[in-house]
């Protein structure tokens, strides 16, 4: 998300990186509703709740990403409201690695 928004990763490489993770993190999701045994291992971490929510929220603005949207075509993202969603939501993120990088005392 840093890289991109610092303008390392064009549109198009970020949303290949995240948004297919994404898809794939919500098949997962969608067979662990159907398996009951998994279920019932599963352990809930409310802090990992929180992130893959604001991950999650992610979907639709990767969805509407368009690298060349057409004129007029609203609902598209451009490269620049795309980088400018992520810049919103990278404090959010970050907040998680900062929480588990803090000394203990």
Known sequence: MQKFV????????????????I???RKESSILEKDFQKQKRLELNPKIFQFSEIIDNLYLPLEAFDEEPEVGDSACLTEDQLRQVVKNVLPKVEKYFIDDIKPRI
């Not at 990763?9 to 993770?21: D, H, N």
């Open 6 to 21: 610092s303008q390392e990763l064009s549109g198009e490489e970020f949303v290949t990186r995240i948004f297919f993770r």
């Open 23 to 25: 898809l794939n993190d």
